[in-house]
């Protein structure tokens, strides 16, 4: 599949740079904020490839994608230019709920921290059930593995600042410094 192409007919359907405010993904779907709903060709963005199908969340089109979403977004992130203007972050805020902007805010710095937790979830649960079948696990690699399981738990305040960092539009990695001193 051709990402690149796909962006580009994306970016045409949703009513082209001058229309998005933002993008971001999630596991299976890229989300568009527009500023103007009318300019959106849903039928367009139906009809590419790889799309199997949009859902709409105020003025913010969620492309459903599948495994194709994380190739997608990042093709569409190459060619995406987002205005820095004030005036419509400030506009975007006054229209928004308190409460909207609290719960964008939490899922959106978890979100990205999720496959991580999946993972060593998956490595502890493995590493549970050799230990349950009498496997040794005084070796090397059994330590080694169980470490791994753990990083991801001992490591979550990093990874979840680094996270909201980006989200709040900090230096994330001055963000990171901060989780790492809650450890």
Not at 30 to 53: P, W
Not at 65 to 94: N, P, R
Request: charged share 20%.
């Amino acid at each position: 599949m051709d990402y690149d192409y796909l962006a580009k007919e994306i970016l045409k359907s949703v009513g082209g740079n001058s229309n998005v405010k933002g993008i971001m993904n999630c596991f299976t779907r890229v989300r568009v904020e527009v500023k103007d709903k009318s300019l959106v060709r849903d039928d367009g963005i139906k009809k590419l490839e790889g799309v199997q199908g949009i859902s709409w969340i105020r003025s913010q089109c969620q492309i459903i994608m599948g495994s194709h979403c994380h190739s997608t977004f990042e093709a569409l992130e190459k060619i995406v230019v987002i205005s820095k203007d004030s005036e419509i972050k400030s506009e975007i805020k006054k229209k928004e709920n308190i409460g909207v902007i609290i719960i964008d805010y939490i899922t959106n710095s978890i979100q990205p921290v999720i496959p991580i937790l999946i993972a060593a979830g998956m490595v502890q649960g493995i590493l549970a059930l050799l230990a349950y079948l009498n496997i040794n696990t005084d070796t090397y690699l059994f330590q080694v593995l169980n470490a791994c399981g753990q990083a991801g738990y001992y490591f979550l305040p990093i990874f979840l600042a680094f996270s909201a960092g980006k989200k709040l539009g900090v230096n994330p990695y001055i963000a990171a410094s901060v989780g790492a001193v809650l450890i």
